[in-house]
């Protein structure tokens, strides 16, 4: 799964400042209803014709995306929910720490992306001409990661900027309009076409306060000279860009490749920021679907406080979603939605166990909501697995996939369980393949498929791919974790390598005591006046040579072991076997040990006096080596562990 979800908001609407009083829901009386459109789920206090038209707008940005993209993907594996209220004041319940503290900006609304869904919170009865400016800006966001593996940082900002200036008014719904503050501050600062081309996430043109919005600004004019210089833009040659950037090119020798010279190229460009109009392009939306007719239900009071409980979770409010959610329970008790939830609440507390018994109860209610079905198997993944539990979750994971085949977690769950057993480890590779082309912009699903080519053989395929990850990389983060695998890949191979060179000197020992025990096979016989043995000598005796021969036992065994490293999130102790699960950014590998007091145990500094591995290791950072097994439920036997700082 990917880190903490970033917070956007939109225009500051309000100049007064309170704190928020903690509270579970709005009055019991106020009446909350669910719109659900072709694509958007809209749960509102604000009214059925609000809420309708709500849904309506994201359906025709939608249709806008699409119709400009026309190959592009433009529905997520997970839902979207939006919470369309009223007015400020409920905004406020939903998102109270932007009121908690004085001088905080109070946002028209915000955009909270998630593994499992994705929310909307904003308020409808804002005046302002584009008031969701900076929630379609992140929804562009989500789309762009749905469908590239890497978009420069430029290019990703710049098509966000560019579609969330679209204009959604029915027959005036088009692209193009441009942005007075965008202009303005062109005309006041420039950053080089070299530096825009190449900034990443840790550029200061990208981060520093005073340079960031002439980097959106400069980025949303390269994006729209694109599409729609000269009313039909260059967009075959940035598909063109697009495809070399891909492929791990560098985003400024690409440009130079399909674009040409930089120096001239800047010329033209600087020519078009400076004119005064701009190609406005309507959109006509080939849309079937009727607001009008979209189904629309009351909710009851448990769900509409299972609704709100669950955004709060979402948005990192425990003691909100918790009293929200313990009050949709004492309202319906046979109500699945809440447990889900409190099963999430717990499970990013890190109480795996108690959120698993929250997930166990949602499935007893016959929940039909996959993200149920997939917690649940992912709590019991990390937990010792027997073969009965093995079946068990791999049975809850495809239940998920069958609920909800765009959802890409599942399959890469689902693909590290099944490359445990070398007679599954083709449909992990084909499982772990599909979450890449599901979410292409999630690093952690190419390194899942790494992880399972290398570990199922495809050494040279995987490198290959962790090269890509780097080149691809859009954060610190994922650079380290891209690094990281490259150094496990590259001992891996030195290992097979290793283990390859031993066979090898064990097949040539091999066939030069075959011909050793042929000719001293046939001497006997010709002492013996026998005729000669030719490819067909009986071997001497297991443990003793052939005549003339000194007995050997060949070279020592070696031990070869693959590498891994991440933190513990779970261990499991039965007698003297040891089970544990090193959970690496987000992927999980279940390593065992016979006996754990064989493991080789090493740490900075001295080893605690009372050091016990089943109590010590949890939540633990290490670094393991271990032997790969096929055929058991795990991968691995554990040889060393280094608890690290």
């Given amino acids: 799964m990917p880190g903490p979800a970033r917070w956007f908001f939109a225009a500051v609407v309000a100049l007064g400042v309170c704190a928020a009083s903690l509270r579970a829901a709005p009055a019991a009386a106020e009446k909350w209803i669910e719109v659900r459109s072709p694509h958007f789920i809209v749960v509102s206090n604000a009214g059925e014709k609000q809420a309708r038209q709500a849904a309506d707008q994201f359906e025709q940005f ?146 520093e306060a005073n340079r960031a919005s002439v980097f959106y600004a400069e980025s949303w004019a390269l994006t729209h000279y694109l599409f729609l210089d000269k009313g039909t833009g260059h967009r075959q040659q940035l598909m063109d860009y697009l495809a070399l950037v891909q492929q791990g090119g560098n985003p400024g020798e690409a440009f130079r490749k399909i674009f040409g010279d930089l120096k001239q190229f800047q010329k033209v460009f600087d020519s078009y920021t400076s004119q005064s109009r701009y190609f406005y392009v309507p959109v006509k939306l080939d849309r079937k679907d009727d607001a009008n007719a979209y189904p629309v239900r009351e909710l009851g009071a448990a769900e509409s406080a299972a609704a709100r409980g669950d955004f709060y979770v979402h948005t990192n409010r425990p003691a909100e979603a918790k009293l929200a959610l313990e009050e949709a329970m004492k309202l319906d008790p046979k109500l699945a939605a809440p447990r889900e939830s409190m099963g999430l609440l717990l499970y990013r507390q890190g109480q795996r166990e108690d959120a698993l018994k929250w997930y166990s109860e949602a499935l007893e209610l ?34 998920s996939i069958e609920l909800n085949p765009k959802f890409a977690a599942a399959y890469g769950v689902l693909a590290q369980l099944l490359a445990m057993r070398a007679e599954s480890a083709n449909e992990a590779l084909k499982l772990a393949k599909q979450a890449t082309e599901l979410e292409p912009g999630e690093m952690h699903h190419h390194i899942v498929f790494a992880r399972i080519l290398l570990e199922t053989g495809h050494a040279a395929e995987a490198r290959i791919l962790g090269q890509r990850i780097l080149a691809a990389a859009r954060s610190q983060e994922e650079r380290a974790m891209a690094h990281d695998f490259l150094e496990n890949a590259a001992r891996y191979e030195q290992e097979l390598a290793e283990r390859k060179q031993l066979e090898e000197e064990l097949r040539r020992q091999r066939e030069e005591a075959r011909k050793a025990a042929e000719e001293a096979a046939a001497a006997r016989a010709r002492e013996a006046g026998e005729a000669p043995v030719v490819n067909g000598a009986t071997p001497a005796p297991a443990g003793r040579a052939p005549a003339g021969q000194t007995a050997s036992a060949g070279p020592p065994a070696r031990r070869v072991t693959a590498p891994g490293e991440g933190r513990v999130s779970a261990v499991s102790c039965s007698g003297k076997t040891l089970d544990l699960t090193l959970e690496y950014y987000g992927i999980k590998t279940s390593l065992h040990s016979e006996d754990l007091w064989k493991v080789e145990y090493t740490t900075y500094g001295q080893m605690p006096k009372d050091f016990h591995p089943c109590t010590y290791l949890k939540g633990r950072n290490v670094k393991v080596e271990y032997t790969v097994k096929t055929g058991v439920a795990y991968a691995g036997e554990l040889v060393s562990i280094e608890i690290q700082k």
């Fill in 62 to 207: 939608r249709v806008v995306f699409q119709t400009a993209v026309p190959k592009a993907r433009v529905d997520p594996g997970q839902p979207l929910i939006i919470l369309a209220v009223k007015n400020e004041k409920s905004l406020k319940e939903l998102i109270p720490q932007f009121w908690e503290k004085k001088g905080n900006m109070h946002p028209i609304g915000v955009f909270q992306a998630g593994a499992d869904k994705h929310y909307v919170a904003l308020r409808l009865d804002s005046s302002e001409d584009n008031p969701f400016r900076v929630i379609y800006h992140e929804y562009v966001h989500l789309l762009v990661n749905l469908n590239f593996s890497w978009v420069p940082v430029w290019l990703n900002e710049g098509l966000a900027e560019f579609f969330s200036s679209a204009t959604l008014k029915g027959s005036e719904t088009g692209l193009g309009k441009a942005d007075v503050n965008h202009l303005y501050l062109l005309q006041e600062k420039r950053i080089p076409l070299e530096g825009l081309l190449s900034a990443d996430a840790s550029s200061p043109y990208y981060n």
């Fill in 366 to 399: 016959d929940s039909r909501n996959f993200l149920a079905y997939f917690f649940h198997a992912q709590l019991s993944f990390e937990g010792r697995l027997t073969p009965e539990m093995v079946d068990a979750t791999k049975k809850d994971l495809r239940k």
